[in-house]
């Protein structure tokens, strides 16, 4: 990338108030180079929600050196990981995956160290955007007072403008669709960007007008993402049973404490609408019967059976109050 300053015939005074004027601008944008800025933790009482993103479309009209499509999609993943409130599964270069995994299955790789066949992660959500604007215009000055003082060109405007919408992959039901724009004000008296050579989602990218508009667009994206993505509650349940010991699928990491008493139910049934086959409530399963905690760890917690049979993986667990009243 190369920069030019453009200089007209200034006063000394004022050509040294501009040179400053441009170091402080360049000291700023450096500090701002880097996009991913840090979040707060996903609360433990929820399950962070499966998303995968695929590759935006380009509505823009921008068809320059960049390919924005793909693009777009790679900066927003490692946004949404850096939010710590979603897990992020590959669906971009997914036939990589599959090839490798198919490939380790021949008999010409060693058995050590192969993969395993059927766990991937399954998504619950797909995050798809589209690019609406990607540009920078002619904006005029800023005012009045600084066009006197520093500048003598013309302002400009960079802006660029997503659309995010959320599926539902169980249901294909579109859940929420947001709108997200970063606009950036740049003066070409200062600075004039040229962006041949200058690689999309780089550092130098993300110090230019354009760069700084995308990184505004992405992080809003992301904020409003979160707050219409459904919660996912997190739910004691049993983990496995192995030799008359019951595995629970939290130890300390979701507060599980030593004899703390828990019901056991088959999992909740859904009552869904005869016509439109949409979820109305879900009736809790049968109770099978009762555990007491006995060990706990950081990840998991062992259990001992006081009553009842028939317990297995996924059934769920309901913690019983002093008074022998379950908690809601």
């Known amino acids: 990338m190369t920069t030019r300053i453009a200089l007209r015939a200034l006063p000394c005074r004022l050509f040294a108030g501009l040179i400053l004027f441009a170091a402080a601008v360049t000291f700023c944008g450096g500090c701002a180079s880097t996009m991913i800025k840090s979040f707060s933790a996903l609360p433990e009482e929820l399950h962070a929600p499966v998303v995968a993103v695929t590759s935006f479309e380009n509505r823009s009209g921008f068809a320059g050196q960049w390919q924005l499509g793909s693009g777009m999609a790679d900066l927003l993943v490692p946004e949404l990981i850096a939010s710590r409130g979603f ?38 959500y797909l995050i798809r955007g589209v690019i609406n604007d990607f540009s920078q215009t002619s904006g005029g000055s800023l005012s009045v007072a600084f066009r006197s003082l ?6 400009h405007n960079a802006r660029v403008a997503l659309t995010l919408t959320i599926v539902d992959i169980e249901t294909g039901q579109i859940l929420a669709s947001v709108q997200s724009t970063g606009l950036v004000r740049t003066r070409e008296a200062y600075v004039e960007t040229d962006y041949k050579g200058v690689s999309f989602g780089g550092d130098i990218f993300f110090a230019t007008p354009l760069g700084k508009a ?11 993402i979160q707050r219409e993505m459904p919660e996912n509650p997190w739910r004691p349940m049993i983990s496995a049973i192995k ?17 703390t008493v828990y019901i056991v139910r088959l999992p909740s049934e859904p009552v869904t609408d005869p016509a439109t086959g949409d ?13 007491r905690v006995t060990r706990v760890d950081d990840k998991v917690a062992y259990a001992q059976v006081l009553q009842g049979s028939g317990f297995e993986r996924g059934q769920c667990l309901s913690e019983v109050r002093q008074d022998n009243s379950p908690l809601p």
């Open 87 to 124: 897990t992020v599964v590959e669906r971009q270069h997914f036939e990589g995956l599959i090839d490798e995994l198919q490939r380790q299955q021949s008999k010409f790789f060693r058995n050590e160290g192969k993969t395993p066949i059927g766990r991937m992660k399954n998504a619950q």
């Open 243 to 259: 030799n008359g010991v019951v595995i629970l699928n939290g130890g300390k990491d979701r507060n599980f404490r030593e004899d």
């Open 214 to 224: 995308t990184a505004r667009a992405i992080r809003g994206g992301v904020r409003q």
């Open 279 to 291: 979820i109305l409530t879900f009736l809790p399963g049968a109770r099978l019967g009762t555990l």
């Open 150 to 155: 520093f500048f003598l060109g013309r302002g």
